[in-house]
């Protein structure tokens, strides 16, 4: 039963990374000295839907890993 855990949690770690690396950002080497330029705006379409998976898989590997720890004991 651990195992099954552990391998879903990696998994969802996998596929939390490239949800993460999937996201675009237009804050660059700029923005830390200062010279930030961002426009604020809304998420749309894809966008959007990437923010919310990303939020959705983060909760899920917290609990998946809340229940690996109560599992080793």
Known sequence: METI???AQMIVALVLSGLILMQTQ???AG???GN???VYRTKRGLEKT???ATIIL???FFLLAL???RLAG
């Open 5 to 7: 855990f552990f391998v």
């Open 58 to 60: 983060s909760a899920v």
């Open 36 to 38: 930030d330029t961002t």
């Open 26 to 28: 237009n804050s660059g």
């Open 31 to 33: 923005s830390m000295f």
């Open 67 to 69: 229940v690996s720890v």
């Open 50 to 52: 990437l923010y919310q």
